[in-house]
């Protein structure tokens, strides 16, 4: 694969970056820089737009499912979907050394763009599993809602858990930062991307049972016994505002 001088951008979906993948290796050249929606706002650089061919798409991710380790398809997801900044650059050389070595690529973790995306993908799914314990739900009618900020996209990887231990319920969770909708209904899982926060207008008992709580939490607390340092060690303050126990 040749380098150019070329910068690409795309809508930031996955079906985009795989049209983007199949550009880039039909044509044997990597762009300089691929901008996202998100990047494309801070950049300075015109960009040619590369539009998203859900067919193509389609076909380079089955074609590298067939061609790499099962292990390596995971690496290339998580990556995605991680936070960091060129991880569309970094993405395409993953790509080549594994076609090319057929190994792992956790096995390289001596070439820059394989360590970079290693480390962002674990801070990706040590937020997944902090929040599979953080997030608190409402009854909202015969609906549970809740609302989180994380830093990482993690919601293709939180519904799943949460279908998964309740079946039987509705649930919407919506993701502030990424502007994403999570809708969960007895275990179908569906996104709505660009999604406003849903404004429920049904009055419910929840801030009533709520303030409940935290008279009886204030009655049964030692104050003297308080210690916050240990508090935030366990309960880190980014979490906290969509979290009930801390709502005014």
Request: proline share 4%; net charge neutral; glycine share 4%.
């Amino acid at each position: 694969m040749r380098e150019s001088a070329e910068h690409w951008e795309y809508d930031g979906s996955f079906l985009g970056f795989m049209t983007v993948v199949d550009r880039s290796f039909r044509e044997k050249k990597f762009p300089t820089v691929i901008l996202s929606p998100e990047t494309a706002i801070e950049s300075l650089f015109l960009a040619e737009y590369i539009p998203t061919d859900p067919v193509r798409g389609e076909k380079i991710y089955r074609r590298l499912q067939q061609r790499l380790r099962t292990e390596n398809v995971l690496f290339i997801q998580n990556g995605f979907y991680a936070t960091l900044e060129g991880k569309e650059r970094y993405l395409l050389e993953a790509i080549e050394i594994a076609l090319q070595t057929k190994d792992l690529l956790e096995n390289h973790l001596g070439h820059p763009a394989i360590l970079a995306l290693q480390k962002s993908i674990r801070t990706l799914l040590g937020e997944t599993h902090a929040l599979t314990g953080f997030v608190r739900f409402e009854y909202v009618a015969d609906v549970l809602f809740s609302k989180i900020r994380p830093k990482h996209y993690v919601m293709p990887y939180l519904c799943p858990h949460f279908a998964e231990r309740y079946p039987q319920e509705k649930i919407m969770i919506y993701d502030e930062r990424h502007k994403l909708l999570g809708i969960i209904d007895q275990g179908d899982i569906h996104f709505l991307a660009d999604a406003s926060c849903p404004e429920f207008l049904e009055e419910t008992n929840e801030g009533r049972i709520r303030q409940q709580w935290k008279t009886f939490l204030r009655a049964v607390t030692i104050d003297e016994r308080t210690n916050r340092v240990v508090q935030r060690n366990h309960l880190p303050l980014r979490f906290r505002d969509n979290m009930i126990e801390f709502k005014a």
